[in-house]
């Protein structure tokens, strides 16, 4: 079992929707969780992080976590083309320092 | 506040050769780490430096080195390039190894090609 899974995708969703995109953890005592968006030739860029379970929203972004069921989410309002990209979910392990990533969900907003 | 800037942006290498990327964190970020994305396996730790000190490593060969300067600065070096060493290799900084919590700034990364 992966440390960190996401759906690979590729994920269509009409402009204006909801776009929902999942990760799953192993680790139960993974501390930190991140959402980074990368779009193509680009570098990794930080959208959101939660540490705590519930929901944390930063515009039309909505981070969820449970840790009970070891799941994190990355809710996107009102889509727009532009959030077309590659969602990369990172988790900090309990016991190590650095972050491990999923794979990534390439999103694509349909006009 | 400028961000991590890593040089060179491309380079292309042929087998055998070796390579040294360099990578300065934002302004007062202690702790640099490294990372090799590729296609196939995603984003994959290589390891990371603080205060001059590598203090944690992933699962790469020997090729795969790095070092820190006293201004914060690092350099990654790859030597006896294979061709499975084509790839993005990202450098990412945070404020030090203290708060778990803290998150990683990208790089845009250097695109390493070997022919």
């Known amino acids: 079992q992966k440390e960190v899974e996401q759906n690979s995708g590729p994920l269509s969703v009409p402009e204006g929707a909801i776009a929902s995109l999942n990760c799953t953890y192993s680790?139960?005592?993974?501390?930190?969780f991140f959402w980074y968006r990368q779009y193509s030739g680009k570098s990794p860029e930080l959208i959101m992080s939660?540490?705590?379970?519930g929901d944390k929203e930063d515009g039309r972004f909505t981070a969820q976590l449970n840790k009970a069921s070891q799941y994190v989410s990355l809710l996107i309002r009102d889509s727009q083309p532009s959030d077309s990209a590659t969602y990369l979910c990172?988790?900090?392990?309990?016991?190590?320092?650095?972050?491990?990533f999923g794979s990534g969900t390439q999103l694509t907003v349909l006009p | 506040k400028a961000g991590v800037t890593q040089t060179p942006r491309y380079l292309i290498k042929t087998r055998g050769q070796q390579v040294t990327l360099s990578c300065s964190p934002i302004?007062?970020?202690?702790?640099v780490s490294w990372y090799q994305q590729t296609p196939g396996q995603g984003l994959q730790f290589l390891f990371e430096y603080f205060s001059e000190t590598q203090r944690n490593k992933g699962n790469f060969p020997g090729r795969f080195s790095g070092r820190q300067f006293s201004n914060s600065r690092s350099e990654m070096n790859v030597s006896t390039l294979e061709l499975g060493d084509s790839a993005l290799y990202l450098c990412?900084?945070?404020?030090?190894?203290?708060?778990?919590?803290?998150?990683?700034?990208f790089g845009d990364g250097t695109r390493l090609s070997i022919l």
């Open positions: 680790d139960r005592v993974s501390q930190s």
């Open positions: 990172a988790v900090k392990p309990g016991s190590a320092r650095q972050l491990t």
């Open positions: 939660i540490y705590s379970n």
């Open positions: 302004s007062g970020h202690r702790s």
């Open positions: 990412a900084s945070r404020l030090g190894l203290g708060d778990a919590n803290q998150p990683q700034h």
